[in-house]
């Protein structure tokens, strides 16, 4: 019988827990939509109620049904046609992949119930900082501090997460970590600035690096920086050659983090093994 936690799931009932996760996603993806749209512009993220921007026609419910509404309405406002933008659709369903994923990974490596919660809301901060830096070049206080605030609860609740039963010492060594990120990633900004005489690195990566750290330790934040860091310095090259900028043209630094963050949570403990398989005891 499939254990999650304290939970025992009929191996029959899989399917549905399975298929849930990824309903739970898609419904998280279009609050995600919300937050990406708003956050950027200061708005607020509940009111005034969703509503086409051009002609002001308020959503109703069975027009803000994730991935249904957008494909019914041809990615259409039912009032004055404008235009949906296609990533509203792409925002729910990849977020419901990634809460699918993560549940099967969860679930398969039998792992405490509390980083399921983690994960899920690593999940929502990847996914509005990899769209938001994207379109903006910015990664809000907005998204980042809930998630410092995520990670400290839940090693609270949860002291598993950090391979302990007290619930201080769990504390202790979330916020230890979101500490040390927070000072590590800020020194590596100010040297980077002193070096290049440019900012190397935004205010915004280093409080997203400091949140990685409370939520997923200092080797998930390690891992978060060094593959966002290739990736982002490859893709620059590759940027710059193809379009004959300048290394000082700006990429959004964000989507890299982001796509390092999540292979963390899905892959870290067996990137850790296969690590430590090159130094045996």
Same mark, same amino acid.
């Not at 939970?7 to 849930?20: I, R, S, T």
């Not at 994730?66 to 990615?75: A, C, F, H, T």
């Given at each position: 019988?499939?254990?999650?936690?304290?939970?025992?799931?009929?191996?029959?009932?899989?399917?549905?827990?399975?298929?849930?996760?990824?309903?739970?996603?898609?419904?998280?993806?279009?609050?995600?939509?919300?937050?990406?749209?708003?956050?950027?512009?200061?708005?607020?993220?509940?009111?005034?109620?969703?509503?086409?921007?051009?002609?002001?026609?308020?959503?109703?419910?069975?027009?803000?049904?994730?991935?249904?509404?957008?494909?019914?309405?041809?990615?259409?406002?039912?009032?004055?046609?404008?235009?949906?933008?296609?990533?509203?659709? /792409?925002?729910?369903? =990849? *977020? +419901?992949? #990634?809460?699918? $994923?993560?549940?099967?990974?969860?679930?398969?490596?039998?792992?405490? @119930?509390?980083?399921?919660?983690?994960?899920?809301?690593?999940?929502?901060?990847?996914?509005?900082?990899?769209?938001?830096?994207?379109?903006?070049?910015?990664?809000?206080?907005?998204?980042?501090?809930?998630?410092?605030?995520?990670?400290?609860?839940?090693?609270?609740?949860?002291?598993?997460?950090?391979?302990?039963?007290?619930?201080?010492?769990?504390?202790?060594?979330?916020?230890?970590?979101?500490?040390?990120?927070?000072?590590?990633?800020?020194?590596?900004?100010?040297?980077?600035?002193?070096?290049?005489?440019?900012?190397?690195?935004?205010?915004?990566?280093?409080?997203?690096?400091?949140?990685?750290?409370?939520?997923?330790?200092?080797?998930?934040?390690?891992?978060?920086? /060094?593959?966002?860091? =290739? *990736? +982002?310095? #490859?893709?620059? $090259?590759?940027?710059?050659?193809?379009?004959?900028?300048?290394?000082? @043209?700006?990429?959004?630094?964000?989507?890299?983090?982001?796509?390092?963050?999540?292979?963390?949570?899905?892959?870290?403990?067996?990137?850790?093994?296969?690590?430590?398989?090159?130094?045996?005891?």
């Amino acid at each position: 019988m499939p254990a999650f936690g304290s939970f025992q799931f009929l191996p029959q009932m899989m399917p549905f827990w399975y298929f849930m996760s990824f309903i739970i996603g898609c419904c998280i993806g279009s609050f995600l939509n919300v937050c990406i749209y708003r956050i950027p512009a200061g708005k607020s993220l509940s009111m005034p109620p969703s509503h086409c921007p051009k002609c002001r026609h308020r959503i109703r419910w069975y027009e803000n049904i994730p991935l249904l509404s957008w494909l019914v309405l041809r990615g259409q406002c039912s009032s004055c046609k404008c235009r949906i933008p296609a990533r509203y659709f /792409l925002v729910e369903l =990849l *977020t +419901g992949l #990634l809460f699918f $994923v993560l549940f099967f990974k969860v679930t398969l490596d039998r792992q405490p @119930t509390g980083i399921l919660l983690v994960y899920y809301g690593m999940t929502m901060l990847i996914v509005t900082t990899a769209f938001i830096d994207y379109e903006h070049r910015i990664i809000p206080n907005k998204t980042t501090y809930p998630a410092m605030l995520l990670g400290l609860v839940a090693a609270l609740l949860f002291p598993q997460i950090w391979h302990t039963t007290s619930h201080f010492k769990a504390f202790l060594l979330s916020l230890a970590s979101l500490i040390g990120c927070t000072v590590f990633m800020a020194a590596f900004a100010i040297t980077g600035k002193m070096i290049f005489k440019r900012d190397a690195l935004g205010w915004g990566d280093v409080k997203y690096i400091a949140a990685v750290g409370a939520c997923l330790g200092p080797l998930g934040a390690f891992f978060t920086l /060094l593959f966002g860091s =290739l *990736t +982002g310095t #490859l893709a620059g $090259v590759g940027i710059m050659l193809r379009k004959r900028t300048s290394l000082k @043209t700006a990429i959004p630094f964000g989507p890299f983090l982001a796509a390092g963050t999540y292979l963390w949570m899905v892959f870290g403990e067996r990137l850790t093994s296969f690590y430590l398989s090159f130094f045996p005891q």
